[in-house]
């Protein structure tokens, strides 16, 4: 997956405004997507998008898992001509919220700004600059919603579209060069309000039990991780350290893959600045492993208390993509790739016993 073909699909889900609860219009973009590259896709009861590229049957399935939604602003109820009151809806500190900030009243796009906090917790009062063509329901900071500055995608909503982007990206490259893979890309809704979406999921039957589930975020770039050297196996998160074969099992695909391409990088590390699905559906029984790319801005959270634009590497989602494309590709031989730290291992040992018996104490 080049970089620009990488750009076109997460610029459109990009453009799409989005809140926990209020995914429509990100979600149909993906759906038409999916049409436009003949990818089965189907909402289940709770409005999850399940994408399918299942060629071969019999092989494990292989489950790439991402969320529609960001934080944002719900409207609670009219306050007075052109008034609302929000609550918002994810993670942000409360010194972030600072009267005037511009807003985008969404349906219709209507420009306004945000007014004074309220008595409860995390609402607000916005004001709309003109009267708003249809009555709001949601709204999200005003912001460009996509650009590309040299390697950089910058856009309100990084989080997590570029995972979505990179589903769509591996479902279309392993389509077009007519790989046999057992491939279901779960885009959820909900999840920076408590896992929604991805917890309605792990808990039905959609996905086959044997299932290995891969999670895609952004995550917050912290130490030792630097944004720009690779896709990042991520190891566990704020809650959960996840699976240690399955970990294994990516961080040997990408092995391989640095050794075949000299530009592939990865990094592996504890992406502690928040929790992810991944979590969620280990709870639920399915083995799990996470990959991510680093994040600038993490939540619109820029420096000294302003909101600002996301950011990633380009390179770095690009990468993810070759790597989850190489992990479909693979799955067959996971055993035999998961099997080798042992097998080192037994290695050593012997070399150990007979270095340990050849000089007693």
């Known amino acids: 997956m080049d970089f620009p073909t990488f750009c076109d699909l997460a610029a459109r889900l990009m453009r799409c405004p989005a809140a926990p609860y209020h995914e429509e219009l990100v979600r149909a973009e993906t759906e038409r997507i999916c049409a436009e590259h003949a990818l089965h896709h189907e909402q289940d009861e709770f409005g999850n998008l399940l994408v399918r590229l299942q060629t071969a049957g019999e092989k494990r399935p292989l489950v790439l898992a991402a969320h529609l939604d960001h934080p944002a602003f719900e409207i609670v109820r009219l306050l007075g001509p052109n008034r609302w009151v929000a609550r ?3 993670g942000v500190p409360e010194h972030y919220f600072n009267p ?4 985008r009243l969404m349906p219709g796009a209507a420009p306004a700004k945000l007014g004074k906090m309220l008595g409860k917790e995390k609402e607000f009062e916005i004001h709309a600059l003109t009267a708003p063509a249809v009555a709001p329901v949601f709204a999200v900071w005003e912001m460009d919603d996509f650009a590309v500055d040299g390697p950089r995608i910058i856009g309100r909503a990084c989080d997590d579209l570029i995972g979505v982007a990179a589903i769509l990206a591996t479902l279309i490259a392993l389509k077009q060069t007519g ?5 279901i890309g779960v885009i959820s809704r909900a999840e920076e309000v408590g896992f929604n979406g991805a917890l309605t999921v792990a808990a039905s039957t959609s996905l086959p039990k044997d299932s290995l589930v891969i999670s895609l975020e952004t995550s917050r770039e912290m130490p030792p991780i630097q944004m720009g050297e690779g896709v990042i196996i991520r190891v566990g998160d704020r ?4 699976d240690s074969a399955a970990t294994r099992f990516l961080e040997e695909v990408a092995t391989n893959l640095s050794g075949q391409d000299k530009q592939f990088q990865f990094q592996r590390a504890l992406m502690s600045g928040g929790t992810c699905e991944a979590t969620a559906y280990q709870e639920f029984g399915f083995q799990t492993a996470a990959v991510c790319v680093a994040l600038g801005n993490y939540h619109n959270c820029g420096e000294r208390g302003t909101i600002a634009a996301e950011f990633v590497n ?4 690009c990468g993810m993509v070759q790597l989850l494309v190489e992990s479909a590709r693979l799955i067959q031989d996971y055993q035999a790739l998961t099997e080798k730290l042992p097998a ?4 050593m040992l012997e070399t150990a016993r007979k270095a340990l018996g050849a000089r007693p104490l």
Not at 239 to 242: E, K, V, Y
């Open 239 to 242: 809650a959960s350290i996840f």
């Open 179 to 183: 790989e046999t893979v057992n491939l």
């Open 314 to 317: 380009g390179n770095d989602a």
């Open 344 to 347: 080192r291992m037994q290695k």
């Open 88 to 90: 918002f809806l994810g």
């Open 100 to 103: 005037g900030i511009a807003v």
